[in-house]
């Protein structure tokens, strides 16, 4: 079914709250009615969302934003009364493919009150199914792209639908070809996930670990652990609005990573350690940090504020922020850093 609204307000479907609309709002529960809908007839420019969790609405949208509605979980097995579900193509892993409407985290939960491990640390990341495979999200050391077994989309150049593998998309820390080369190509109707019956703990970024505790590692045990912990420094999207992470973590050259440590200890002291991360020659250095040693925690613009818990996150604090006050505030931030660290942050939210 396709249902079609006519200057829509988005200030529901986009989790930063901006109060914007589009001229036509397209939701479409059958992927088959991909093949009939009239895409030239649609105001332009075309958008397609999920659950609006990463991105901000610039202001009124001038074109259409659709939306696939479609909303099923099927795995590749079958279920008896004993165990839950039954791998059928190979004992130690399992296919379930989720349809794109799907919200992420309520595919987590299924996976995990099964006792099927890979999406786990994934737990309570906003947005839906068909997002996740575009943006590919992560969190806790997993991406999505570690369990997506294939892609399936609707083709507009062809017309018609195409099943992609995993490892043809592209897939790099937040990104994808759908996000860059295939760009306005794809909608995507569903995602096939490879699951293991095995278990495959993944504990050691960040606190997991530790947060733990003694308690043995089952997917139901550690979804818990990762909510908590998200919950102790990230936004509730139900009471206050975002898109989650703000920016993303720059990757830069060793040397220039020496200069930040000379900077941060002149700042700190000799024995200050400057958070990072080793990727190959390179270092990812936290954003969050950045922006805390800048003295933004907590720093208000209008509605717009830095979030005092975890500074990465640009909150709508009064319910009222206006995109030109997050933007506002976002260029504040990339230009404070720029000049201190010479790091061009690049935000992690699509401005839309
Ligand atoms: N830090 C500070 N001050 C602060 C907060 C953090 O110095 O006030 C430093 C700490 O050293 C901390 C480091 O920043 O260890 C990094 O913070 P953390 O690992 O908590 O998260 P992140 O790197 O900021 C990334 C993802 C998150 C994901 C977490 C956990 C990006 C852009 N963000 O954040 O993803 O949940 O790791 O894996 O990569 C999202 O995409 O919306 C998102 C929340």
């Not at 939960?109 to 839906?128: C, V």
């Not at 050259?253 to 020496?258: C, W």
């Amino acid at each position: 079914m396709v249902t079609r609204h006519e200057t829509y307000d988005l200030s529901r479907q986009n989790t930063f709250g901006m109060k914007v609309s589009c001229r036509l709002y397209v939701e479409v529960t059958e992927p088959e009615d991909l093949l009939t809908l009239d895409f030239d007839a649609l105001p332009q420019p075309l958008f397609v969302m999920g659950g609006g969790s990463n991105l901000l609405f610039t202001g009124d949208f001038p074109g259409t934003v659709l939306h696939m509605g479609n909303r099923f979980l099927h795995p590749s097995g079958v279920r008896n009364d004993k165990a839950s579900v039954i791998p059928s193509e190979a004992k130690e892993s399992l296919l379930v493919r989720v349809a794109a409407g799907v919200v992420f985290d309520d595919f987590c939960a299924w996976a995990a009150s099964e006792g099927l491990w890979g999406p786990e640390n994934l737990s309570l990341i906003p947005g839906e199914v068909g997002a996740s495979a575009v943006q590919n999200i992560g969190a806790y050391g997993v991406e999505a792209k570690d369990i997506i077994d294939t892609v399936h989309a609707f083709d507009r150049q062809e017309r018609r639908f195409v099943d992609i593998p995993g490892a043809d998309c592209g897939y790099g820390y937040r990104t994808s070809l759908f996000k860059t080369a295939w760009k306005g190509r794809y909608i995507i109707t569903a995602v096939t996930f490879r699951l293991s019956t095995v278990p495959q703990p993944k504990l050691d970024y960040g606190g997991v670990r530790k947060a733990l505790g003694n308690r043995e590692p089952a997917p139901q045990v550690i979804r818990d652990t990762i909510i908590e912990i998200r919950e102790q420094k990230l936004p509730d999207p139900k009471e206050i609005g975002s898109a989650g992470s703000f920016f993303c973590n720059p990757v830069i050259e060793r040397a220039h990573f020496e200069r930040i440590v000379a900077i941060a200890k002149a700042e700190n002291g000799p024995e200050y350690e400057v958070p990072h991360y080793d990727v190959g020659e390179k270092v990812k250095v936290p954003a969050a940090w950045m922006i805390d040693q800048c003295g933004f925690k907590g720093m208000r613009l209008g509605g717009a504020q830095v979030y005092p818990k975890q500074p990465l996150v640009i909150v709508n604090a009064t319910g009222t922020a206006t995109p030109e006050e997050i933007i506002a505030l976002e260029q504040r931030v990339i230009g404070t850093i720029k000049d201190k660290y010479g790091i061009e942050l690049h935000p992690e939210v699509e401005h839309v």
